[in-house]
C-alpha cells in the first residue's frame, strides 16, 4: 500500500534486485503511474487519517527504465531514514489523540 496513491504521479519504490545481498540489494526507483504493468487498487476504507488515499499498488509485467532508478546503493538506507522521520509524526498525532480521550473521558471519572 502506498499513500496518496490517488493523487500520485510517480511513486517511489522499493524492491530487492539482488536478494543474494540482503538488504543491502534493496534499490530505489521511480515509477509513472501510466507505466505499463503498474496497477492502482481501490481505496482503502481506513478508520483514521482518511484525508490521504491509501491503495495497493500491484505490478505485472511491469518494467522500469534503468535510468529511473535512483542513483547509488542506498535503497535500503533512504526507506529506513523515510519510516523513521514517518515516525516522529505518527508519535506527535498520538500524544494529540490521547490528550483528545483524556480530555473527553476526565468529566465521567
Request: proline share 5%; net charge neutral.
Amino acid at each position: 500500500w502506498i499513500s496518496n496513491a490517488m493523487e500520485a504521479g510517480v511513486f517511489l519504490v522499493f524492491a530487492n534486485t539482488d536478494p543474494s545481498k540482503g538488504y543491502k540489494g534493496i534499490m530505489a526507483f521511480l515509477v509513472d503511474r501510466d507505466n505499463p504493468g503498474l496497477h492502482i487498487g481501490k481505496k482503502e476504507d481506513k478508520l483514521g487519517i482518511r484525508a490521504s488515499s491509501t491503495c495497493q499498488l500491484s505490478f505485472e509485467d511491469c518494467k522500469v527504465p534503468a535510468n529511473m532508478m535512483l542513483p547509488g546503493l542506498a535503497g535500503y538506507k533512504i526507506a529506513i531514514e523515510s519510516l523513521n522521520e514517518g515516525r516522529i509524526g505518527i508519535g506527535a498525532q498520538m500524544i494529540g489523540l490521547a490528550q483528545g480521550a483524556y480530555d473527553y473521558a476526565l468529566p465521567y471519572i
